[in-house]
């Protein structure tokens, strides 16, 4: 089965750039995903997705909460497993 995480956070105002490249450095441990690939949208938004060939509720690593002065509120997450 294959299993998407998702991960999004909103940056403070003007800080999009700087929560970009804090997502980008984050190492998840042990073995890596499938496939992680990282979005940005308007209003300072990024988004995390990694995909693994795990169990839906397997327990697999995630990017953490970044520094609260670069967010504007607690990260996002969804689990969601592929339909094909």
């Known amino acids: 089965m294959t299993v998407a995480l998702m991960w999004?956070?909103?940056?403070?105002?003007?800080?999009?750039?700087?929560?970009l490249s804090w997502a980008r450095r984050q190492e998840l441990s042990g073995p890596p995903p499938l496939r992680r690939e990282t979005f940005r949208a308007p209003q300072?938004?990024?988004l995390v997705i990694?995909?693994?060939?795990a169990p839906y509720?397997?327990?697999?690593?995630e990017l953490p909460e970044?520094?609260?002065?670069?967010?504007?509120?607690p990260v996002h997450?969804?689990?969601?497993?592929?339909?094909?």
């Open 8 to 19: 999004e956070a909103r940056a403070v105002e003007g800080r999009g750039e700087d929560l």
């Open 44 to 46: 300072d938004r990024v």
């Open 50 to 53: 990694t995909w693994w060939d």
């Open 57 to 61: 509720d397997a327990d697999l690593p």
């Open 66 to 73: 970044p520094d609260a002065e670069l967010v504007t509120r």
């Open 77 to 84: 997450r969804w689990r969601f497993e592929s339909m094909g």
